[in-house]
């Protein structure tokens, strides 16, 4: 009877352990999707299409977590505070915050605030303007060079 | 006899006129020639000048307009919709009017060569020939610096 509840004692641990396994994979996830470097983890894969809001159902990552189960996963890792229930987790507003930084990661994907396109758009234009007016200004120099010479240039009196 | 040498007298008469007449004849279309390459080489002095005078404009206006996009670029001021608009409109318009520009870049000073050695040769036919080849170039050219001059125009007053 003892023996069997050191077994069962030891089991809870295992899985208690696995648990924490899991949770630090997916702190190591969250630090490379903010650095813009995770492209290697599958877990990070499958954290990054919850965030782009594709939730494909055989997307299963290699703990056979759902993309819900990462979802709520990265939740707490954005929380700071690991929860062992993998159901019925709802978006929180910092998982809207992850969701944003993750998707910078991917260009297509742009930030669409109106006045910080508008900044963009602006800073774009007059530095395609100045770039265009350096170039203006080197071919106007080979323009004058290009050019007939004094000696060609025949006058009265120059040619008998 | 002497009918023959009335006859021998007017043929050496007949002759020496017709030649002094074709001497006469082709001297005056050299002259001519000669004239005409002088005024067509005249038309590609007042050209190179009327180049110069353009490009001297586009370098001015273009150095103005990089300083008044330096001070935006610093300041940060808003810009209108209006504004982006015309100046959208402008890069396209500058880029048209480069890439023509680069077509006839190089082609005058390839003539170089050949008017030298036309006129070594005293060929007027052939000088002639290439200074209108010249002025057609230069007259491009002053199309498309007038175009540029007056792009450059709309852009300073937008910015």
């Given amino acids: ?160 | 006899m002497m009918k023959k040498l009335i006859l021998f007298l007017l043929l050496f008469i007949m002759i020496i006129s017709s030649t002094s007449y074709a001497q006469e004849r082709a001297d005056r279309e050299g002259r001519q020639k000669r004239t005409a390459a002088f005024s067509t080489a005249t038309i590609v002095t007042e050209n190179r000048t009327t180049i110069k005078t353009l490009a001297d404009e586009v370098r001015v206006k273009t150095n103005l307009s990089k300083q008044r996009i330096k001070v935006l670029l610093e300041r940060k001021d808003e810009l209108s919709t209006e504004q982006l608009k015309i100046l959208k409109n402008s890069i396209v318009l500058i880029k048209e009017t480069q890439e023509a520009m680069k077509t006839t870049m190089g082609q005058i000073n390839a003539y170089n060569n050949d008017i030298l050695a036309a006129r070594q040769a005293k060929d007027f036919d052939t000088l002639l020939i290439l200074y209108r080849q010249i002025i057609k170039i230069q007259n491009i050219r002053i199309n498309q610096l007038t175009r540029y001059n007056q792009i450059l125009d709309t852009l300073l007053n937008t910015l």
């Fill in chain 1, 1 to 160: 009877m003892q023996k069997r509840l050191i077994i069962c004692a030891l089991f809870i641990l295992l899985l208690a352990g696995c648990q924490d396994r899991k949770v630090t994979k997916l702190v190591e996830v969250d630090q490379n999707s903010i650095d813009y470097k995770s492209q290697e983890s599958d877990v990070s894969e499958s954290i990054l299409e919850n965030t782009t809001q594709n939730i494909n159902e055989s997307s299963r990552d290699v703990d056979g977590t759902t993309s819900s189960e990462n979802a709520k996963a990265s939740s707490e890792v954005t929380n700071g505070t690991p929860n062992t229930s993998f159901d019925d987790v709802k978006p929180q507003p910092d998982e809207e915050e992850y969701s944003n930084s993750s998707n910078l990661q991917k260009p297509i994907i742009i930030a669409k605030s109106e006045d910080l396109e508008d900044i963009n758009e602006r800073t774009l234009i007059l530095n395609e303007i100045d770039d265009l007016l350096d170039t203006t200004l080197s071919s106007l120099e080979k323009l004058e060079e290009d050019t007939l010479s004094d000696d060609n240039i025949v006058e009265e009196g120059g040619i008998e």
